[in-house]
């Protein structure tokens, strides 16, 4: 269990999908707080201050329920804090967020920001502001450099247009890793099952990014141990009419029981768009094709 009052080495930053910037910065938190015997934590939000700032939501990398997991599991810190962004937050001046949160309640002794983050009320907090608070009170501060592929500055932004252009390989690029869906696996409708494809269910969180629907070679992680699948996104065009968006990973080769499991998607390719096929015949078909290609797009790939 960690001390209330243990110093910390703190990453700053919304932290939502864990691309490569963000895990620039918390490295460096890793690194500051071996170097100072502190503990190495993120500080983040529970909302994307934008979204209570402006009314429209942002979407999401990663679901509000894997976002603690995810920023521990690729960023090796030891905690993670979720500051619940209300109006106190929201209308705070930069220096008393420094001073009386990350200096006076979480007894910062080191704070990690990126070159363009801004904080504290109308984001009057800059890095410079906050460097020379910090030295003020005796803080170590770092301010680090955007991390950049082809020229480009590696950015939620930038990745969620990437997400919403079904560019799987971009996404995955600057990420670090693939866009990945997560949850309990559901009870379906069985289509899949009369088909001769048997599939398993998720429901697509509402407040990620969402993909073009479609069809996806994806790798689907149960257990730890990843399966080579084509998935498809979308609303069951061919059977069904106001279906709730879902997510159908069919695994290839694989034919065990996950109901009620909690498995990870990774979308690694997107295939083709969602269709509607004239019967189950001329559907059949198609999945056939897509399991082909998937199959070919492993091998090429090597994964």
């Known amino acids: 269990m960690i001390e209330k009052d243990a110093k910390r080495a703190i990453a700053l930053g919304y932290f939502d999908g864990v691309h490569r910037g963000h895990q620039a910065l918390m490295q460096r938190a890793v690194q500051r707080a071996g170097e100072t015997g502190a503990i190495s934590s993120v500080f983040t939000f529970d909302t994307h201050p934008d979204t209570v700032i402006t009314g429209n939501p942002v979407p999401l990398i990663t679901s509000e329920a894997r976002r603690r997991d995810e920023i521990r599991e690729l960023g090796g810190v030891d905690e993670v804090i979720f500051a619940r962004f209300n109006d106190e937050l929201r209308n705070m001046e930069w220096r008393d967020f420094i001073d009386e949160v990350l200096a006076g309640q979480f007894h910062a002794c080191w704070v990690i920001t990126g070159e363009n983050n801004r904080f504290g009320y109308r984001g009057q907090g800059t890095p ?33 247009q990437q997400i919403a252009a079904g560019n799987m390989e971009r996404a995955a690029e600057f ?34 990014q969402e993909p073009p629907f479609g069809v996806y070679v994806s790798r689907v992680i149960v257990d730890g141990t990843p399966h080579a699948a084509v998935t498809n996104i979308g609303v069951h065009p061919t059977f069904g009419s106001g279906d709730a968006a ?6 290839l080769g694989f034919d065990g029981d996950l109901y009620g499991k909690y498995i990870r998607v990774e979308l690694l390719h997107f295939l083709r768009p969602e269709q509607r096929f004239a019967d189950s015949e001329v559907l059949k078909t198609a999945i056939a094709a897509d399991i082909a290609q998937a199959k070919d797009w492993f091998e090429k790939n090597k994964m």
């Open 246 to 251: 879902c997510i159908e990973p069919h695994i």
């Open 175 to 208: 990420l670090g890793h693939p866009y990945t869906i997560a949850g309990v696996v559901l009870h379906g409708r069985r289509v899949g099952r009369t088909l001769g494809y048997r599939t398993v269910n998720l429901a697509l969180p509402r407040e990620m």
């Open 128 to 160: 410079e502001r906050l460097q020379e608070e910090c030295a003020r009170l005796g803080i170590g501060c770092d301010i680090v450099e955007s991390v950049k592929i082809d020229g480009i500055v590696v950015s939620s932004t930038y990745i969620r």
